[in-house]
């Protein structure tokens, strides 16, 4: 385990434990959540080793590496995706009509499936060997290990994604950098998270599934997102919710907090929070549409 002493967005030493919880998902270990006293920025510490973060995917149940339709969860996952590909397909299109697009943890490569077929140069980013050549074989796409990234030339995309990835990169300066370096002076990079201020985090506690712990190494909010980005000279353009999250993440919480899916109480309590968030900008998981600061002066 490595103990951060400062943090990854302010470098402060001022901690203080936020949160006691555990792997609920896997391995049902304990961790700690810490929060920055400066910034009020909140993230796993301990966690593990770079080396040791591996083990903790090793799961066929872990969906954002399934296309499987088995069982009603799933199914309806699917469906969920297949409609939410086409918002975000709309989403970046009406800010770049083509280009150049990397997607930093593209999985098993939907997502950029559809800008290929739409005429899109694309790039994609995978750790997970197996996954990369899944997208590969399946979509014929461009897709690179991790450290792929440093060998990419200067200021090479059009439009950048990371799709709830952030939070599991361990080094949050050095993707950070990366970021400034292959984003087009006037591009477009979209970073989703899943927001440790919204309704639902509060009704499920350490049960909340978005903290994920280890796998989510970070635990973001409007307020961290905008001052990390601040850090490197970016600014946020636009913030749009991700409406179907608050209840996935609620079904999950149910079966962490509950040991079974309650789906009537997480479609309740997904309800109440994106209610709760309207006008807000506060939804389980939001996306930060960005641009390089000086676009925007």
């Known amino acids: 385990m490595e103990n951060l002493q400062n943090c990854p967005v302010c470098g402060s030493n001022d901690l203080e434990i936020y949160m006691e919880t555990q792997d609920y998902f896997l391995t049902q270990e304990k961790f700690s959540i810490v929060e920055c006293k400066a910034c009020s920025f909140k993230f796993t510490n301990p966690r593990p080793l770079e080396n040791e973060l591996a083990k903790y ?3 066929e149940a872990y969906i954002s590496h399934s296309d499987s339709s088995e069982g009603l969860f799933n ?14 397909y709309k989403l970046i299109t009406d800010f770049k ?15 950029l499936s559809i800008f290929k077929e739409n005429g899109w140069e694309t790039v994609g980013v995978e750790p997970n060997e197996e996954i990369r050549e899944y997208a590969k074989n399946k979509f014929g796409l461009s897709v690179y290990p991790e450290d792929y990234l440093k060998q990419m030339p200067e200021n090479e995309f059009d439009v950048i994604t990371m799709w709830h990835v952030l939070e599991h990169v361990f080094d949050l300066d050095a993707r950070m950098r990366d970021l400034k370096r292959l984003l087009k002076k006037d591009g477009i990079l979209i970073i989703a998270v899943p927001n440790a201020d919204c309704l639902d985090a509060q009704i499920y506690d350490k049960y909340w599934a978005a903290y994920d712990v280890p796998r989510h190494l970070y635990h973001f909010t409007q307020k961290s997102i905008e001052t990390l980005l601040a850090n490197y000279d970016f600014k946020i353009k636009e ?7 608050a209840y996935y993440v609620s079904l999950l919480s149910e079966k962490y907090r509950n040991k079974k899916m309650n789906w009537i109480h997480a479609i309740s309590n997904g309800f109440k929070s994106n209610l709760n968030s309207l006008g807000k900008n506060n939804q389980s998981s939001l996306i930060f549409v960005v641009q390089n600061s000086e676009k925007l002066k």
């Open 57 to 59: 995917y090793k799961s």
């Open 75 to 88: 199914k309806v996952y699917q469906k969920v995706r297949k409609y939410t590909l086409c918002k975000k």
């Open 97 to 111: 009509a083509k280009g150049k697009i990397l997607d930093i943890g593209c999985a098993s490569g939907n997502f």
């Open 239 to 245: 913030i749009k919710p991700m409406i179907f999250d």
